[in-house]
């Protein structure tokens, strides 16, 4: 059984350009949240996506976006990117059904770094 | 609005000795309290959940953990620590809003196991 796949693992870009980020969620959830966690620090909710729509969003500018595909996956766009983005961004997926009892599943992360 | 504060950035400990990694939380409502894992570039790893009824519960790797809601705290303990034990943990809590529910995390505890 797959756990949560995040693709890139690593990538480089220059300040301004614009990035996306993919996610596959557990076979069986329904739920994804992104979490950006930058160097020494926990992570930060970024939004969580629920049947196609963001449900929830935390304390991040509208350079992040996201979307959800009838399939659960999910994409994470930052646009117009800052040093100060350079993080690890990481995928969390669940069961909305469940409202947050068995925890979050995460995948590996995708270590951005903004030049 | 939730928060939650993990009172030790690092705790250093020498193998075989107990630990406890401290954590505070606020919240207007009723939460589900959760410790994860990090190893070295990896994703978070659920530890243990408190989701309701005994205090005092159990998770993988000998850790447990204690809830008391009086104080707000969710304290990590494990009795006898081992080098693979290094690793940063941290506490998480979830709280159910509307549309869904969102999960905060502290800022982290690394746990360095000596020799």
């Known amino acids: 059984d797959a756990g949560v796949t995040q693709s890139p693992t690593h990538l480089i870009k220059t300040r301004g350009q614009q990035v996306t980020l993919r996610c596959s969620p557990k076979s069986g959830h329904d739920t994804v949240s992104w979490y950006q966690q930058a160097l020494g620090q926990g992570p930060q909710f970024i939004f969580q996506y629920y049947e196609e729509e963001e449900r929830q969003r935390g304390n991040f500018p509208d350079r992040f976006s996201g979307h959800q595909f009838p399939n659960y996956s999910s994409e994470l766009n930052v646009n117009a990117l800052l040093l100060g983005d350079s993080a690890l961004y990481l995928c969390?997926?669940?069961?909305?059904?469940?409202?947050?009892?068995?925890?979050?599943?995460f995948g590996s992360g995708t270590r951005l770094t903004v030049v | 609005a939730q928060s939650v504060t993990q009172l030790d950035s690092q705790v250093p400990v020498f193998e075989e000795a107990p630990v406890e990694l401290r954590c505070n939380y606020s919240?207007?409502?009723?939460?589900?309290l959760f410790w994860y894992v990090q190893y070295p570039n990896q994703g978070l790893q659920l530890l243990l959940k408190?989701?309701?009824?005994?205090?005092l519960v159990k998770g993988i790797n000998g850790f447990e953990a204690e809830f008391n809601k009086s104080q707000t705290s969710f304290h990590l303990r494990k009795p006898s620590v081992h080098i693979s034990d290094t690793a940063e943990y941290f506490c998480?809590?979830?709280?159910?809003?509307?549309?869904?529910?969102?999960?905060?995390f502290g800022a982290g505890t690394r746990l360095f196991v000596k020799a």
């Open positions: 998480a809590v979830s709280e159910i809003s509307t549309g869904g529910f969102k999960t905060i």
């Open positions: 408190y989701l309701s009824g005994s205090t």
């Open positions: 919240s207007s409502v009723s939460v589900y």
């Open positions: 969390a997926s669940s069961s909305l059904r469940r409202t947050g009892r068995d925890g979050y599943t």
